[in-house]
């Protein structure tokens, strides 16, 4: 069965610290790894991750992807207390039709204090 | 350009009533998405839509769900004869052909 693992399940650190976030999965006919934040409401997009070795920056966030080991780490530098949130991983596979699902992780929640 | 958009972003049944989600998705996108969050758990795929048609279902509870996505109008989620167990988040999410999914803000069902 296809599966994504996160960890750690939560983390607290203070301002201005920085965090990697892990992603591990087993999932057969690999497409894409993404990445969303959530806060109270929708899951925002973050990163789509398709070949391994290439860094994805957005600011203070960065992810990369290794396809051989099977894993993406999310790194967050000089954290503000408005990056707390449930960071999740999702992977998205080939079913051989015309769907496109994500397979989500239980996520990692970021508590970020002053 | 609107997000994706849900409604009601709460719901409150009693046990045996029906629960009707709905979702628009955004501007451009034909593809819609139905995913389940149970407390303490991950986002599950429910269903896949494209306009009046189910392309793939394999995430639905096999009795009392369904879903639709018509030529007009809003996808609905619709539960019938809700249990407590079926209380949750529920997010939709749309995207062009083949490409990322964006997330509506969720409707979070209660089932008393």
């Known amino acids: 069965e296809d599966k994504v693992v996160q960890s750690p399940l939560s983390l607290v650190v203070h301002e201005g610290d920085t965090v990697t976030l892990n992603c591990s999965y087993e999932v057969t006919n690999f497409r894409s790894l993404l990445w969303y934040k959530q806060e109270k409401k929708a899951p925002t997009f973050l990163f789509m991750l398709t070949s391994s070795g290439i860094e994805k920056k957005s600011g203070r966030l960065s992810s990369i992807l290794d396809k051989k080991e099977l894993f993406s780490i999310l790194n967050i530098t000089a954290t503000q207390t408005g990056d707390s949130a449930v960071y999740l991983c999702a992977v998205e596979a080939d079913y051989g039709g015309a769907t496109n699902k994500l397979i989500f992780g239980t996520g990692t929640l970021l508590a970020v204090q002053p | 350009n609107a997000g994706v958009m849900q409604n009601p972003r709460h719901l409150v049944r009693r046990r045996g009533q029906e629960a009707r989600l709905r979702c628009s998705p955004m501007k451009g996108h034909s593809h819609v998405y139905w995913y389940r969050q149970l407390p303490e758990e991950g986002l599950k795929f429910m269903v896949y839509l494209q306009k009046e048609n189910i392309i793939d279902e394999s995430g639905m509870p096999k009795e009392r769900f369904s879903a639709e996505f018509p030529k007009e109008g809003p996808s609905i989620l619709r539960i019938q004869q809700v249990v407590r167990g079926d209380s949750a988040a529920y997010f939709c999410?749309?995207?062009?052909?083949?490409?990322?999914?964006?997330f509506g803000p969720g409707t979070r069902l209660l089932v008393l």
């Open positions: 999410a749309s995207s062009p052909v083949g490409k990322t999914q964006y």
